[in-house]
């Protein structure tokens, strides 16, 4: 238990020291360094291909090859006999090692290794995406010879050969340093290329179906995705939401992105700084862009989030940015049809029909959950002062009077909790209403490196374990969805010494003493995700898992900019930095800050989106100010679409036309992430700023809201920063779980959750990516297949009163009485089409069998 | 005079040589095992070292020694891995021994396997050799039925499984870690070292990885002693091996001998070189070690002295070439081997030897030019101590070695665009000469003045 111990603390072990020499230059470093590393510490450049400091060494390539002496026994320095490769070799103490600067040895190695990688590569530098950035043509530069002696017949691949529907491969440009498979094997764990072949016909590729006798006989290990592709000898597709950083980490031009390729040269981009905007890992990325516009986006280096790793989402998906409906001018309505407008006419009209509408009742403020921080203290300073509402909520989703209590307890104002590197030391994590890889992004690899590398424990507490979780040599404990609060329960019981229910499975049983136990080792953590919000008293029993074991309790959202809502105060009853709105300390203080009067701010905590919305459609409210919000993402997007069309007045900040545009009477424009400054709010707390990429004339939501305030004569400059709140708090929530669901036959429990590639609007415009995403389908247990009369492939129909969803069925290890749909995938919006959420009781059916909808996946 | 000693294959001549009941009636067959079973396994292991047995797979490395390198048993499974992947041109012992006599081998992992507390001992056959493979099967099985292998050996409380596996066709598992890697299902390519596979071999376990001769020749030393193997052959090359004579003698086959002794002495006992022809050169031990002349007929063929005069004891595969023999056309066909056959995985092996085929293919076809015979020197020394495995160092033997003694030969190939030699007159049978097809065949044209 000492290790442990260690590991809570924090304290390590003091790194022994080596003390070696490279080119006469004497360098110490950590016991275990590379040559290659400790040669960067000291700014000597060895060329490398194969060599990664991410990635397991491999020794491939042979082009850090180094000439190295070391002491014998007696201290006399003894040379070995061959140059070795410094990306493989651990410096030990007294080591001399002579680079191809000092060594003629190392520099004619080098020299050699360079002549037979550039023998086969083809010098298409001048077409080449890589040209201008690429580490061989830099090192041919700098270690190769200056012609070529190669007088043959080069070798020569059919290409591209496309690896998935967005990444190219060049064989004739690879330099097999495998890099791209390592990658897939070590970082992401998915099956995605391989080597093939031997000798110089050695190559990258997928899966072949037509060699090694593959009999596909049906079995998938994991989804289809849909723009096909081959399979791996396993059945699982070659699909991966990390791929995309194989093509940045390729040390030649060989990976290439569909869309990309051929389109820009690297050295007429402009580089910026930015914050991926499409989930709460808030990874560190690179905006490359021409002309004012994005050609393409990387991976940022920032070893304390991301380290050098995205998501496919984050690299590919930005086109939605500049899409063909972006708003540039503002609309107003006129005889019932949306016309362009002047800022002057807009924010007049605007003001007025704000102002009238809080005079009819109040306005409701929905500004959606992919705010700046900037802009969510903005909507939520403009919604309680120039508005005089708290009818403010940022969720587009499922959520619960649960949740805000938790949020605003647990979460709101409480700075850096759970961080990246708290994960890569904790001995277990415990997952609950969060599937790290499809909603957390980046995180899901932050949480396999350190299964791979510190023997993080993960469990699970979900339906099924997915091949996200799988992959994380996870342990699932099964649950429907909305029983999430009595695993959780039972588990605190066990840690304070209760009893376990005596008919628990002996399994069951031993997981929850298993859990208990390693909860309560120092540095354990449980993420819970916003899908808790639709379980009843989940987050409840989170906390007092949490208080029960100590350990620590991080909230992981989706989109970007919840965590920052919460910080600033976009839920009812929350003002800024964590404080209550009916204590009257805070709103003191905030009203201060505000520079308003402390009577003039609302005082009873106002409506959630769902009350909002209804009281939109009763006219107990006279309007709505919304944010960039999805109707389709509600939870019920029908009684949304009604809402704010019977709403008296309706004004929309957005950056493109939307459900919500169609519906506004007044939409005012705003700027897309990569034309303004910013800073979101990663899940962990920490605070990430970002540069405008392009010029733009485009308005940020705060700018556009200090506008509008304006126009209403409210005070919006700018103020000092508030003090961290240290008053009361928001009560803890405490809410029972539901009762069980009556399920008569024919009937099940609806499990669902967002998939990283779906639906959703931010990766519009975008195909290849799209071609990706995996197929939809919905999963049963054989059990709950059987009792539909359903087989594997064949297809359900899960309905509700409000409609239907037809798909292909994977009957799947999981949760009796059951079913799984993606929550927001091309053809299965649940929310819109069955008007239903995870945990309610949904009609199963077996579908016509060869149905066209279920073959192609999906229904209408 | 040297003379032979045939222990491995002294029953090769008897009915049914391969059969357990030859091997038990004949070859003093299992007397070994049992006394083995009587000892204490670290006793085994100094005998075999006493006895300086050095690896017959080419290398050398002193078996018992390579043995005492497993880290002390953790009561966790470790593991003899036989290395029966003979795929090196020329070489040809271990597949005729298994074939003639394979419980020499069988014997001889159920003593090492005993001596290095190993329950579970794997022989990765060649998978081109479907009839060794079988043979191999047959004689496991038989040794099963015996009681010499499975449960409670011979009654001492012992177990032992074995498993023979057959590879699919690639030069580079005869590579220790490559075997490794494809012994696991994996793609077989060379592993990083360390970890050396006596710490972690296969399934990351203490392994120990020995050629089947090696295997062989150990209930010899057991059952004779070590002081009667150490008595043969030379004071640092002990024992006896198998020498295969190929090529242009008179009587090609196996010759078990005491090391050192010299390819004269060999010649002398096959009948010489083939009738009306002189020796022009020859390989001491397979391709991939630098090739002698007839100056070194007298070299004793022993780790030392081979070593000595630059080249390599190896597999002791004497592939005798007589003056009718185009040494261009030879080396190019063993670089077609090589390129064939390297396993992509690092750059010098991979590229360096896709390019030296070309070369040799378009000087053999009269495409030559002038700068071709340098470039491939320094091609090849832009290889050897820069692969990633000895498999891409062993691919330069041939041509360095052939350039150093018959450079003469390669310019006249370049000077009188063709080559000199007529192919059906080294041949020993009916011969066409092939033309070349793909992209070798346009090879003559290529270069050129």
Redesign the interface.
Known sequence: MTATADKATGAEAPVPTVTLTIDDVEVSVPKGTLVIRAAEQLGIDVPRFCDHPLLEPVGACRQCLVEVATPDREGNLRSMPKPQTSCTLEATPGMVVKTAATSPVADKAQEGIMEFLLMNHPLDCPVCDKGGECPLQNQAMSAGRPDTRFIDVKRVFTKPLPVSAEILLDRERCVLCQRCTRFSDEIAGDAFIALQERGAEQQIGRFDVDILDYVDDGARGAEATLAGGALTPDGTPFASYYSGNTIQICPVGALTNASYRFRARPFDLISTPGIAEHDSSCAAIRVDHRRGVVMRRQAGDDPAVNEEWITDKDRFAFQWQCAPDRLTTPLVREDGELRPASWVEALELAAEGLAAARGQGGVGVLPGGRLTLEDATAWSRFARTALGSDDVDQRARVHSEEETAFLARTVAGTGMGVTFTDLEKAPLVLLVGLEAEEEGGYLFLRLRKAVRKHGLKVMGVAPFATRGLQRLNGTLLASAPGREAEWLGAVTAQATGGLLPADLPEQEAQAITDLAAALAEPGAVILVGERLAGSAGAYTAALELAAATGARLAWVPRRVGERGGVEAGLLPGLLPGGRPLTDAVARAEVASAWGVDAASLPTTPGRDVTGILAALTDGTLGGALVGGLELADLPDPAAARAALAAAGFVVSLEVRASEVTALADVVLPVAPPVERSGAYVSWEGRVRPFPAALDSAAQPDHRVLAALAAQLDVPFEAVAELPRWTGERVEAPVEAPADLPELPAGTAVLASWHLLLDDGALQDGEPHLAGTAKVPVARLSAVTAEGIGVADGGAVTVSTDRGALTLPVTVTDMVDHVVWLPLASKGCRVHDTLGASPGDVVRLGAAAAGSDEAANGGAA | MTTLTPVLTDTWDAEKSWSLDTYLAKGHGYEALRKALTMAPADIVTEVKTAGLRGRGGAGFPTGLKWSFLPPDDGLPRYLVVNADESEPGTCKDIPLLMASPQHLVEGVAITSFAINCHHAFIYVRGEVLHVYRRLLQAVQEAYDAGYLGKNVLGSGFDLDVTVHAGAG?Y?CGEETALLDSLEGR?G?PR?KPPFPAVEGLYARPTVVNNVESIASVPSIIRNGASWFASMGTERSQGMGLFSLSGHVTRPGQYEAPLGITLRELLDMAGGIREGHELKFWTPGGSSTPMFDASQLDVPLDYESVGAAKSMLGTRALQIFDETTCVVRATSRWMDFY??????????C??????LK??LA?VEAGGG?D?DID?MV??C???L????CALGDGATSPVTSSIQLFRDEYQAHIDHHACPFDPVKSALFEYTPKSRTG?LAGAAT??GH
């Not at chain 2, 991979?350 to 390019?355: K, P, V, Y």
């Not at chain 2, 101590?385 to 990633?388: D, I, L, M, N, P």
């Open positions: 690639a580079i793609r390519q990083l390129a064939h056959e390297s396993c992509g995985k690092c750059t010098p991979r590229e360096g030897t896709f390019w070309q070369i378009r030019v700068e470039t320094d091609l020394g832009n290889i101590g820069r692969a990633f992209a290529l270069g």
